[in-house]
């Protein structure tokens, strides 16, 4: 009918157990605003249930509780494009700090919480539960990379590493004896923040995300998940690769940098790497993660 309204495909975001940052990034963006029709998201449209009809699901959060897998088995099955999106799906992330036993002995001793939904016996990825089309990894995934897996923009491809957009000046010349990072003081914002003290994992992480965290003077620490080169590999290949990094290009002890890279700081992230070469998990396919 002439004049009539162009259809556009209608999209849903499924929020399982997480801290609403990757919805924030996608409202963000603007670029799909008049090509996808928002249909469901708890967080700003007001309604219980997911259509029928639409296209394209991404899914935000953990499975930590029965509650979660039931949504996310029950949505899956009216879509044909599944994106598991950020470090929670991807890996449990933020949501993985509900394994831990104190947290949780703290949480069950509350008598009126008895009737939340029953918790699981530790946060899981969503693809435990189903087939996934697209990985999307970030905490949060920046708004560019949104539209990337949302529109697949002509020319857009995700760099190798965090290093190749990162833009810090590696040198030779200037080596440390040890971490110190923000105790050193001031920061130059030219040169690799590996050269300044820094434990900073961008040359085995998955670029894409423009660097904002080390352009600004923050080290990466890999939530954007492992770079092709380590992605179906064991955790012992990678972590050996960041290893002779920092022996070349410092001269920080081996045991202080061992000790740092297994350290809360890092381990939320950096030991997703692993999730990704299977093992009691399903093998996550380098072409399928952007």
């Known amino acids: 009918m002439e004049g009539a309204l162009k259809k556009i495909p209608k999209f849903a975001v499924l929020q399982l157990s997480g801290c609403a940052g990757c919805e924030v ?45 039931y949504k996310l088995q029950r ?20 949501t993985n700090l509900g394994d831990r036993d104190d947290v949780r002995e703290i949480f069950l001793s509350q008598a009126k919480r008895a009737h939340l939904p029953q918790l699981l016996s530790k946060t899981h ?36 590493i965090v290093c190749a957009e990162c833009g810090r000046r590696k040198l030779n010349d200037m080596k440390p004896d040890h971490i110190t990072g923000f105790q050193k003081g001031d920061l130059d914002p030219d040169i690799c923040l590996v050269n ?10 998955r670029g894409g995300c423009r660097a904002p965290c080390t352009r600004a003077g923050h080290p990466c620490v890999g939530c954007r998940g492992p770079s092709n080169a380590f992605i179906e590999k064991e955790s012992g290949v990678w972590m050996e690769s ?37 093992g009691n998990r399903r093998i996550r396919s380098k072409d399928k993660v952007l």
């Open 25 to 69: 990034s996608l409202l963000n963006a603007s670029e799909w605003y008049d090509k996808y029709e928002l249909v469901y998201m708890p967080l700003v449209v007001s309604t219980h249930h997911i259509p029928d009809d639409i296209e394209v699901l991404l899914i935000s959060g953990g499975v930590r509780n029965d509650e979660d897998a």
């Open 75 to 94: 949505a899956v099955k009216l879509v044909d494009r599944v994106i598991a999106v950020g470090t929670c799906a991807i890996s449990g992330g933020v």
């Open 125 to 160: 990825p969503v693809d435990a539960y189903v087939d996934i089309d697209l990985y999307l990894p970030g905490c949060p995934p920046t708004p560019e990379l949104f539209m990337g897996a949302l529109l697949d923009p002509q020319g857009f491809k995700a760099a190798s």
């Open 196 to 205: 300044q003290g820094f434990l900073c994992v961008g040359t085995s992480t």
């Open 242 to 278: 960041i290893q002779r990094v920092f022996e070349r290009m410092t001269n920080i002890p081996s045991e202080e940098l061992n000790e740092a890279l297994r350290s809360p700081q890092l381990s939320m992230f950096l030991f997703q790497f692993s999730d990704y070469a299977g």
